[in-house]
């Protein structure tokens, strides 16, 4: 029904099955989960980190210029969830920031 979750995730992010259940309890209607920045650098190649906190910053700072939208999100981490009622708002955008 429209208050299903639908959450979507990356096959080698295993670790976050397990952590929906309890994102969702949490309320709301979207979960963007998020790295913490120290073990992302230590993590992941260095290129990758700079380039996706660069691009963090990017499409921040164009969300709260073009839709006022002001939540720092980490958007290019990937997995994400949001309730089978917004399905349609998200299948409708063309992708474009503009």
């Not at 073990?39 to 700079?50: A, L, M, S, V």
């Not at 349609?88 to 992708?95: Q, S």
């Amino acid at each position: 029904g429209p208050e299903d979750w639908l959450c979507w995730q990356e096959a080698e992010k295993v670790e976050m099955a397990g952590l929906w259940t309890t994102a969702v309890a949490a309320g709301g209607d979207v979960v963007v989960p998020a790295r913490d920045a120290a073990t992302f650098r230590e993590t992941y190649p260095i290129e990758q980190f700079h380039s996706e906190s660069f691009a963090n910053l990017y499409v921040s700072s164009a969300a709260a210029t073009f839709a006022q939208f002001s939540t720092h999100l980490d958007w290019h981490f990937g997995p994400f969830a949001l309730r089978a009622k917004h399905a349609p708002l998200w299948l409708a955008h063309d992708g474009e920031l503009s």
